[in-house]
T-cell receptor
């Protein structure tokens, strides 16, 4: 079955530590996205990528980094510079970015907490 | 620039109807609707592309008034499975990324 796989489901970070969240898709989608979800604030875009080896900052990119070396993979690193990383992180993909009739497909999310 | 959803929360009995509104300050090319159950991934419901367009999905339908930059989601004869948080995602002109609203939490009771 095609879909998006996020791992791990739960992640704990110590102070000063970088952690990486995995996102893999087998839908052959060009575009991939990372969102952060906090209670009562909906989904906020961190980074997105329309093609391999290219990505753009979203609305809340500070303290995060990404890479897109393969079409199917879009890992997100939460760096120590992100002072409030506790949140639910969602990865999504779409056939292409920006086309108005293309839905986004989401993974099951990673819940990150501070130790 | 985040679209405003109203109401923030709705409580229904099975069989009752509800309307969720999404309003943007920007001119919109399209509006997406998603439903998310607690702790799960958001699930795509529908996309509205043109001003005045209406779409339906089972007993869930939506309209998009391009001139008013507003969309409404209509849930008819609600079922227990409709419970969850509904998000609109708006795509303004000349952008390539969705902007999501803060969500409307819907709870349906027997």
């Amino acid at each position: 079955d095609g879909g998006i796989t996020q791992s791990p489901k739960y992640l704990f970070r110590k102070e000063g530590q970088n952690v990486t969240l995995s996102c893999e898709q087998n839908l052959n989608h060009d575009a991939m996205y990372w969102y952060r979800q906090d209670p009562g604030q909906g989904l906020r875009l961190i980074y997105y990528s329309q093609i391999v080896n290219d990505f753009q900052k979203g609305d809340i990119a500070e303290g995060y980094s990404v890479s897109r070396e393969k079409k199917e993979s879009f890992p997100l690193t939460v760096t120590s510079a992100q002072k409030n990383p506790t949140a639910f992180y969602l990865c999504a993909s779409s056939i292409v970015a920006g086309y108005s009739n293309q839905p986004q497909h989401f993974g099951d999310g990673t819940r990150l907490s501070i130790l | 620039q985040q679209p405003v959803q109203s109401p923030q929360a709705v409580i229904l009995r099975e069989g009752e109807d509800a309307v969720i509104n999404c309003s943007s300050s920007k001119a919109l090319y399209s509006v997406h609707w998603y439903r998310q159950k607690h702790g799960e991934a958001p699930v795509f419901l529908m996309i509205l592309l043109k001003g005045g367009e209406q779409k339906g999905h089972d007993k869930i339908s939506a309209s998009f008034n391009e001139k008013k930059q507003q969309s409404s989601l209509y849930l008819t004869a609600s079922q227990l499975s409709y419970s969850g948080t509904y998000f609109c995602g708006t795509l303004p002109y000349n952008t390539d990324k969705l902007i999501f609203g803060t969500g409307t939490r819907l709870q349906v009771f027997p």
